[in-house]
C-alpha cells in the first residue's frame, strides 16, 4: 500500500478558473478528511466523509468549495471561481472508523493562484 | 474552544543537547493528542500518540492535564531530527478531526 494518494502535485490556475483535486485514501480507511495548509499554520479541517456520506463542513469551506467522495472510495475536492485567498496547500488524510485513530495523510496538493 | 498553542515558531540547538517542543491545548472534553511530523520534502506523519505511551526515535511525550500540556522531549537531539513538528489534538465523537497548532521547526545543528 502506498499510502494516501493526492492528484495533482501542484496546481497553478488564473484567477476565477475551476479547479479539482482527487484524493486516493488508504483502501480499507472508510474515513477521508480534506484539510487546508496556508503558510506559517498549522492544517485546518476543510470537511469529513464516512464513506460516502459528508458529515461534516468547516465553515472555512464557502459555497465554492465542493467536496464528493462517490462509492467510498476516492474524493474529489472542487473550487469553483477561484480567488487569491485560496492558494494553500489541500491536505487529505484517511483512518479507519471508531477510537479516535490515527489520521494518514497524502503528501497534498499545492494550489497557487495567479 | 478548541485549540492547540506551539509557542515556538523557531528552535535551534546542537547535536547532542536535550530538546523540548512545548504545546498547550485548551478543549472541553476528553484530550487525546498527537505529535505529527514533516520532514523536509516528505508528508506529514504520526510521531506520537499520547495513549501509546511510547518512545518513538527517542521522542516522549506525557499528556498533563493539570497544565493542559503535551511537551515533545528528546535528551539528545540528532540532525536528522531537523523538521517541522506539529502538535494536534482529536475531537471526540462525530469525525473526529484533528486541531493542529502553527508548528516548530526544529534545526539540529552540527
Known amino acids: 500500500d502506498t499510502g494516501v494518494s493526492q492528484d495533482p502535485r501542484h496546481k497553478i490556475t488564473k484567477r476565477g478558473q475551476n479547479v479539482t483535486f482527487r484524493c486516493d485514501p488508504i483502501s480499507e480507511h472508510n474515513r477521508l478528511y480534506w484539510y487546508r495548509q496556508t503558510l506559517g499554520q498549522g492544517p485546518e479541517f476543510l470537511t469529513y466523509?464516512?464513506?460516502?456520506?459528508?458529515?461534516?463542513k468547516s465553515r472555512l469551506l464557502s459555497d465554492r468549495f465542493s467536496a464528493e467522495r462517490p462509492k467510498g472510495s476516492f474524493s474529489t475536492l472542487e473550487i469553483q471561481r477561484t480567488e487569491q485567498g485560496d492558494s494553500a496547500m489541500y491536505l487529505c488524510?484517511?483512518?479507519?472508523?471508531?477510537?479516535?485513530?490515527?489520521?494518514?495523510f497524502g503528501d497534498g496538493t499545492r494550489l497557487s493562484i495567479l | 474552544a478548541q485549540r492547540v498553542t506551539q509557542p515556538e515558531k523557531l528552535l535551534s540547538v546542537f547535536k547532542g543537547a536535550p530538546v523540548e517542543l512545548k504545546c498547550n491545548y485548551s478543549?472541553?472534553?476528553?484530550?487525546?493528542l498527537f505529535w505529527y511530523v514533516q520532514y523536509s520534502r516528505q508528508r506529514l506523519q504520526l510521531l506520537l500518540r499520547?495513549?501509546s505511551r511510547e518512545s518513538i526515535k527517542g521522542f516522549t511525550a506525557d499528556l498533563n492535564k493539570g497544565e493542559t500540556s503535551f511537551h515533545l522531549k528528546k535528551p539528545f537531539a540528532q540532525e536528522e531530527d531537523s523538521a517541522m513538528y506539529y502538535c494536534a489534538l482529536v475531537t471526540q465523537g462525530g469525525s473526529e478531526k484533528l486541531v493542529f497548532g502553527k508548528g516548530t521547526k526544529l534545526t539540529v545543528n552540527p
Open positions: 499520547h495513549i
Open positions: 478543549y472541553s472534553g476528553s484530550p487525546e
Open positions: 488524510a484517511s483512518s479507519l472508523t471508531g477510537g479516535r485513530q490515527p489520521q494518514h
Open positions: 466523509f464516512q464513506n460516502e456520506a459528508q458529515l461534516e
